[in-house]
């Protein structure tokens, strides 16, 4: 069983989809507005949020993107839209998955039970510390679901620290793991330190979990 919240102001949408999603076997939870969404969120923790477009307050998108500044909570939309550029603004937000009306309960059931299972299956080489995700199958690094372009070294850095939160390395043994076959001074580690805390802090200026100790190097904090 997993926990829904359900963002849908027409009760004759919203109560044939619940009841469908509740056979199911879900919990679901109804909102009307979107202003009540980002607090639901960070309280009840559910597992996917349904999201309409077309509310009274605040449109869906804007919805989307306070959800996305604080949670990955997968995400469903539900839209009248059906236009392309909808469609892909609905991804860059951060979307899961896009249901255009009219639909079938039945087919948001199946959706649902996609993006669940997506959810569940993440690779076994993916790494997560608070609000930074790092997936070594792909390469691709988040933080608070903004995707972090980070060069080769700034990656490896990362890595190394995530794998061992709270160690500290110094700046030697941070070299002998990412610059192992490169000739390189260890003033290196510094710089490149340097500008993957700037890159973290730009998509999340409250976060700075790499600590410097000094004298013996750096540490990963989460």
């Not at 926990?3 to 076997?25: C, F, H, K, Q």
């Not at 991804?91 to 009306?101: I, M, N, Q, R």
């Not at 608070?144 to 995530?162: K, N, Q, V």
Request: aromatic share 6%.
């Amino acid at each position: 069983m997993a926990s829904l919240l359900l963002l849908e102001d027409d009760t004759a949408i919203a109560e044939p989809l619940r009841y469908a999603l509740e056979r199911a076997g879900h919990q679901v939870t109804h909102l009307l507005l979107g202003s009540e969404v980002v607090a639901r969120v960070a309280a009840d923790r559910p597992d996917l949020l349904i999201l309409d477009v077309g509310l009274p307050d605040i449109s869906g998108f804007e919805v989307l993107a306070r959800v996305r500044r604080e949670s990955r909570v997968p995400v469903l939309m539900l839209t009248a839209r059906s236009e392309e550029v909808d469609r892909m603004l609905g991804f860059e937000l951060g979307a899961d998955d896009y249901v255009p009306k009219p639909f079938s309960p039945r087919e948001v059931v199946a959706r649902v039970a996609a993006i669940l299972r997506r959810a569940q299956a993440l690779p076994a080489s993916a790494l997560a510390a608070g609000d930074i995700e790092l997936d070594e199958v792909r390469a691709r690094v988040t933080c608070r679901g903004t995707p972090l372009a980070l060069t080769r070294y700034e990656y490896l850095l990362l890595a190394a620290f995530m794998r061992a939160p709270e160690r500290v390395f110094s700046r030697g043994q941070l070299m002998e793991m990412v610059w192992s076959h490169d000739v390189s001074q260890e003033r290196t580690v510094d710089t490149h330190i340097k500008s993957l805390r700037a890159k973290i802090r730009e998509a999340a200026p409250d976060l700075d979990p790499i600590q410097t100790h000094r004298g013996l190097g750096y540490s990963w904090q989460p």
